[in-house]
């Protein structure tokens, strides 16, 4: 089993700054791709950003400029670098990866969700 751990979530003034982790723990071979998704209140979930093992990053346009998603392979944890925040990007931020438990078995595991909120 795998448990992924989010946090770094919190309130801040539109316009700061917050730093979300997730590290993954349990029975791990590797990890391919890792992401962020958001879901604000009354929408549906969201990917915002994800890397792929070799570093490879994409993000949806609403984010693209103000975030940066990174990742610390040998702690198996990806990080979310959110900047000029806005009351828009307020959501709960889950984290999802996508773990190699053997050569031959990949799975999805999702993060419990962490609380941004951004207040104007």
């Known amino acids: 089993q795998v448990q992924l751990v989010e946090s770094g979530g919190g309130l801040v003034q539109a316009g700061g700054s917050l730093r979300l982790s997730c590290a993954a723990s349990?029975?791990?071979?590797?990890?391919?791709?890792m992401g962020w998704y958001r879901q604000g209140p009354g929408k549906q979930r969201e990917v915002i950003a994800f890397?792929?093992?070799?570093?490879?990053?994409n993000y949806a346009d609403s984010v693209k400029g103000r975030f940066t998603i990174s990742r610390d392979n040998p702690k198996n944890t990806v990080y979310l670098q959110m900047n000029s925040l806005k009351p828009e990007d307020t959501a709960v931020y889950y984290c999802?990866?996508?773990?190699?438990?053997?050569?031959?078995?990949?799975?999805?595991?999702w993060g419990q969700g962490t609380q941004v909120t951004v207040s104007s």
């Open positions: 890397i792929t093992s070799g570093g490879s990053t």
């Open positions: 999802n990866a996508e773990v190699v438990h053997t050569p031959w078995s990949q799975r999805s595991y």
């Open positions: 349990g029975i791990i071979f590797s990890i391919a791709d």
